[in-house]
């Protein structure tokens, strides 16, 4: 239950956990730097395989989904053969929400709010392979192996991906020694405090995975649908008259697009950083004069947002990042033209 | 009521409160928050030792307290103020908690210029027991405060482009899911991202 209390709450700790966790923390660079080395490039090698195996494989699963004191339960059924990757997410716990992705579009179906929301997904490449040399995300990342340990009844290694500023964000990941899938992370911050985690509880590896599987299990009838119309013109290269003038050291800019969304009317500039292993997104749109959003901070899982709005623009990032780096992005943003 | 200390439950569950001075007993009989708590907690442990059962349903004990209070005898008057299966869907889908107090504001002033959307046999069928979160979530109210300072709201019909306006931040959603698209090469994927999407916003 100790261990549980860090979990569940970690700014109150009774002291002595604390200290356990101390102590635990300060013998532990003394076994990691003997084979550091090695170990970085292991890591390296597993989270590049669990990538490409969560794209290819054929799986089914339950897994519970926890955030601050929040928890759901959810069920993933994934497919992917010669017709591309096929994904279903339903929530098995509240209201039954569920998003489908295919090659063609993200449809996330909120019964709770009878709404049903409808973008175009982007194919993505089935191999990925982290930055290298693997020197320009280690400047950044300490990554390592941390042993094996049992999930869902699987054998795994355990793999930690820990910033070395305060504007990013850590892992640690459980990786199927069997087929590479993930079957358990955690995103923690640079107190190593655990932010968000994903925990299997079941997961089934299938040779196909009946298409009936993937149908979404309400129809969306009668609910308000907020899609992007077809003929949307595809994106364009952005306006390079949105400059961000402050990004934390690593990040570049990977893409700069303007392009069109359902809930707006004109089309929106999507400016994307990366440092390799964390991506922020930085949206720009000029809003109606009646429309008013939430302008300041807001928290989805381990997603952080912050929106300022500026001569009738509505500029927000987004990325699994601290607080601190989407809203610094976000008010370093300027405009050149306007 | 003051809110229970995440502290003194867990200690209570680890047998280590030696006197309850803190009054957590009477805060699990009173408040249907802490009871919340310490059921998320005793799940929590059954998840870390693997030995969750195959089927979960969180509504039960809320049920048999229910069913227990429609019981001839009652021995204490009945405190609950929300009924529990009310209290997830307050937080859900609006991340801004404020909306969600908002919204209830405009919910008169709405059902003329929405007619029919509580009407829908089948959708009742899929949700039979939250009517009252549906008419919280409605996809086309917005915070009252901002539909007050407008000069004629109630001539103005719902127009699509309006209703996208700020219902639920979608825009946010919107964003969230084109982050999600763009990340996926653009970065390491580890979290299963739309899993931010489907989960109920029970948080702050």
């Excluded at chain 1, 195996?53 to 994934?78: L, P, Q």
């Excluded at chain 1, 094996?148 to 020694?177: K, L």
């Excluded at chain 1, 190593?192 to 309400?218: K, N, R």
Aim: aromatic share 8%; hydrophobic share 35%; charged share 25%.
């Amino acid at each position: 239950m100790q261990e549980l209390l860090h979990m569940t709450d970690m700014n109150k700790c009774r002291p002595g956990f604390t200290c356990q966790v101390v102590s635990f923390l300060l013998c532990l660079p003394l076994s990691i730097t003997v084979s550091a080395e090695s170990g970085a490039a292991r890591a390296q090698e597993l989270i590049n395989k669990m990538t490409q195996a969560a794209r290819s494989r054929n799986y089914e699963g339950v897994f519970i989904y926890r955030y601050g004191n929040s928890m759901d339960t959810m069920r993933i059924i994934h497919k992917a053969d010669n017709g591309g990757e096929r994904q279903r997410l339903v929530s098995l716990t509240g209201s039954a929400r569920e998003v489908i992705r295919n090659n063609e579009s993200v449809t996330c179906i909120f019964p709770d709010d009878r709404a049903v929301l409808v973008e175009k997904s982007r194919s993505r490449k089935l191999v990925f392979k982290l930055p290298q040399p693997i020197e320009s995300v280690s400047r950044y990342y300490t990554f390592s192996t941390s042993g094996q340990d049992r999930i869902a009844g699987r054998d795994s290694w355990t793999v930690n991906i820990m910033p070395r500023d305060q504007y990013r964000y850590g892992y640690r990941f459980w990786i199927d020694q069997d087929s590479h899938l993930l079957l358990k992370s955690e995103l923690r911050d640079q107190d190593d405090s655990m932010l968000e985690q994903i925990l299997f509880t079941q997961l089934d590896i299938h040779d196909d995975i009946p298409d009936t599987m993937l149908e979404p299990a309400l129809t969306g009838k009668d609910y308000t649908w907020y899609k992007s119309d077809v003929n949307d013109k595809p994106s364009k290269p952005g306006n390079k008259g949105w400059r961000v003038t402050w990004v934390p050291d690593g990040f570049s800019m990977k893409t700069h697009q303007s392009q069109t969304m359902p809930m707006s009317r004109e089309p929106v500039e999507h400016i994307i950083y990366t440092d390799g292993i964390a991506v922020v997104s930085v949206f720009i749109e000029k809003m109606d004069h009646d429309v008013s959003e939430t302008i300041g901070s807001i928290n989805r899982g381990g997603i952080s947002t912050f929106t300022r709005h500026e001569n009738g623009f509505q500029i927000t990032a987004v990325g699994e990042v601290p607080r601190t780096t989407v809203e610094k992005m976000a008010r370093s943003v300027l405009a050149d033209n306007y | 009521m003051s809110k229970i200390n995440q502290e003194d439950l867990s200690a209570f569950m680890d047998g280590e409160l030696k006197d309850d001075t803190a009054g957590v007993i009477d805060q699990l009989l009173a408040d249907v928050t802490a009871r919340d708590t310490w059921m998320r907690y005793h799940l929590i442990t059954e998840a870390m030792r693997q030995s969750l059962p195959t089927h979960l349903d969180r509504q039960l004990p809320a049920s048999i307290s229910d069913k227990l209070q429609n019981e001839p005898t009652v021995l204490r008057p009945a405190r609950k103020k929300y009924s529990t299966y009310l209290k997830p869907a307050a937080g859900l889908a609006i991340a801004a908690s404020v909306a969600s107090v908002a919204i209830i504001g405009v919910q008169q002033q709405r059902q003329d210029v929405t007619p029919g959307l509580n009407s829908n046999p089948s959708i009742a069928a899929v949700q039979p027991n939250i009517p009252a979160a549906r008419q919280m979530q409605n996809p086309v109210a917005r915070p009252a405060s901002i539909d007050n300072t407008r000069s004629a709201p109630n001539n103005r019909p719902v127009a699509v482009p309006q209703a996208r306006g700020d219902s639920l931040n979608s825009r946010l959603n919107n964003y969230l899911i084109n982050y999600n698209e763009y990340h996926a090469d653009a970065g390491m994927q580890g979290m299963l991202p739309y899993a931010r999407i489907v989960a109920h916003d029970r948080y702050e």
